[in-house]
């Protein structure tokens, strides 16, 4: 059972070169997100989708870019990187958008982005 | 507007000691509580949850939370820590009706002297 899984690990990006953050479950989850660690800041939403087609913004989207075109795939990019994208990238997900505020959300390992 | 507070950014206990980690949440109504812990250079576990009914929760590794209505509150406690404890702790309240999003604290992490 693979769970959520993301790749790459760990990225080193120049400013302004493009980048996709994959992420996959096998899970037959219809919610899925992305969030962002950075320290003293605990985690920040960028994207979600409840469902293949279905995206919508969370707190942070500025600059990211995602879509839902399979139920298990969620990809993130990254257009132009900047040095405050410098992070700590989560892609999470959970079973159903029904008693949605109940389930639990299963996390990927994470992916180190260094943005110099 | 939601949000959840975890007052102590870091904590330091020896191992065998008792544990209590802090949560106080803002929802306007009966929220749906979660505790996670990140080990180093990994995701987010659940430890556990709570939804309704008995207050104490037991979680997984010895953990539980105990949910305080009167003061918004959710702590986290483990009576004998072990080294292996040491990691970051989050609070999250889960999302009002309509909006999937979880709100998450900004975390604790504890460090266990041998």
């Known amino acids: 059972n693979a769970g959520v899984t993301q790749t790459p690990k760990f990225q080193v990006l120049k400013t302004g070169q493009s980048m996709t953050l994959q992420c996959a479950q096998d899970?037959?989850?219809?919610?899925m997100s992305w969030y962002r660690q950075d320290p003293g800041m605990g985690l920040r939403l960028i994207h979600y989708?409840?469902?293949?087609?279905?995206?919508d913004q969370g707190e942070v989207p500025n600059g990211y870019n995602v879509s839902r075109s399979t139920t298990e795939d969620f990809p993130l990019r990254l257009l132009s990187a900047a040095p405050s994208q410098t992070s700590v990238y989560f892609c999470?997900?959970?079973?159903?958008?029904?008693?949605?505020?109940?389930?639990?959300?299963?996390f990927g390992e994470g992916s180190w982005l260094t943005v110099v | 507007a939601q949000s959840v507070t975890q007052p102590d950014i870091h904590i330091t206990v020896s191992e065998g000691a008792s544990l209590e980690l802090r949560c106080n949440y803002s929802?306007?109504?009966?929220?749906?509580l979660f505790w996670y812990v990140q080990s180093p250079g990994q995701g987010l576990q659940l430890l556990l949850k709570?939804?309704?009914?008995?207050?104490l929760v037991q979680g997984i590794k010895g953990f539980e939370a105990e949910f305080k209505r009167s003061q918004s509150s959710f702590n986290l406690r483990k009576p004998s820590v072990h080294w292996s404890d040491a990691a970051e702790y989050f609070c999250?309240?889960?999302?009002?009706?309509?909006?999937?999003?979880?709100?998450f604290g900004t975390g604790t992490r504890l460090k266990v002297l041998a």
């Open positions: 999250a309240v889960g999302a009002t009706s309509g909006t999937y999003k979880y709100i």
């Open positions: 709570y939804f309704s009914g008995d207050t």
């Open positions: 999470a997900s959970s079973y159903s958008v029904d008693s949605f505020s109940g389930n639990t959300i299963y």
């Open positions: 989708s409840v469902g293949a087609g279905i995206t």
């Open positions: 929802y306007g109504a009966t929220p749906y």
């Open positions: 899970m037959n989850h219809e919610y």
